[in-house]
């Protein structure tokens, strides 16, 4: 059984960090990438970034470059996002999910999902 689970949301002033982590389990991870995607109140969800678990290649999206930073750790089979610099808009609920395709931003090329975790930036 493939799980995802999400942990490391909260609320959080603007300016400050969150480190989300997505522990995966019941699936061959070297197949796979790995992604982050957010969702906020009355908006589509969007893709921040992902990573293919086997080589490390990494995409991240345009509204968090250069503050969003996603790593993997091999041997606890989990995905990281260090979130810094956190403004209110990048309040949302965050997704981890996993995909047999190449690395991707887009949210429908996702086969697996997590539950979520909130993350609100506020002061």
Known sequence: QVQLVESGGG??????????????????????????????????????SC???????????????????ISRDYAKNTVYLQMNSLRPEDTAVYYCAATLRLATLVPAEYDYWGQGTQVTVSS
Do not use: H, M, N
């Open 51 to 69: 990573i293919s678990f086997s080589d490390g290649d990494r995409f991240i999206a345009d509204s968090v470059k250069g503050r969003f930073t």
């Open 11 to 48: 609320l959080v002033q603007p300016g400050g960090s969150l480190r989300l982590s997505c522990a995966a389990s019941g699936l061959a991870l070297d197949y796979y990438a790995i992604g982050w995607l957010r969702q906020a109140p009355g908006k589509e969800r969007e893709g921040v």
